[in-house]
């Protein structure tokens, strides 16, 4: 199952500051949550990340894992283990768990309470995630970028059609299952999804009101 974690405004520590703690920080960072790395040593692309002041570095090297779990103040939302050794991976997320975090670690997916599909976003409204489990990143990619391809630029101006219908129908039409039927027929309009091929969104906007007004006068 699949859940798109709002972590706006939540406390992130990620341990682990090499090339895999750079890949992880990357889904993070369009988000306003507060991100702190924990690390003896702190790759390039992180540093030029920390430079820009979007998170936090902390260079330590941790011995006492569980004393290093309860000095945590205040404890994060979430904590993602992503060092290169296994055991240090597994005590963090087993103590963060104990202690009431999200956890995730890069080197045992039984142990982590969330993975990290390959997603792609195309254009601003659009996310594709594929997992396969843990068990092949590569080729979690290569499907992503296979279905990637599939959405067209018709397919964002129609999710764009449709945000503004839902905006325009909730000030003008109560009955939940009337707005649904008509956003439904919009999708499948002829003219509609010529003018969206076309590009011309200010003319689908048209169409579709022009549509959705004869509709109720027949009705």
């Not at 050794?85 to 999200?102: F, H, M, P, T, Y």
Request: glycine share 6%; with cysteine.
């Amino acid at each position: 199952m699949f859940i798109d974690f709002n972590v706006n405004e939540k406390k992130v520590v990620v341990v682990g500051g090499g090339a895999e703690g750079y890949r992880k920080l990357q889904n993070f960072l369009g988000s306003t949550a507060e991100i702190t790395i924990v690390s003896s040593e702190f790759s390039e692309g992180v540093k030029s990340i920390a430079v820009q002041g979007r998170i936090s570095l902390k260079q330590m090297r941790i011995v006492d894992v569980k004393k290093f779990i309860e000095q945590l103040n205040p404890m994060p939302d979430m904590l993602l283990a992503v060092t290169d050794d296994l055991e240090l991976n597994r005590q963090l997320v087993v103590s963060a768990k104990d202690a009431g975090c999200i956890v995730y670690s890069v080197s045992d997916p039984s142990l982590c309470d969330f993975i990290f599909p390959a997603v792609a976003h195309v254009g601003d409204n659009v996310k594709i995630a594929v997992s396969t489990g843990g068990k092949s990143p590569a080729m979690a990619k290569e499907l992503r970028q296979r279905i990637e391809g599939l959405v067209t630029r018709e397919d964002l101006l129609e999710i764009e059609l449709q945000a503004y219908l839902r905006d325009v129908f909730k000030g003008c039409i109560s009955d939940q299952r009337v707005r649904s039927r008509f956003l439904k027929e919009i999708l499948n309009n002829v003219d509609v999804k010529h003018a969206l091929r076309e590009g011309n969104i200010c003319g689908a906007k048209e169409l579709a009101l022009k549509f959705v007004q004869n509709k109720e006068v027949n009705e």
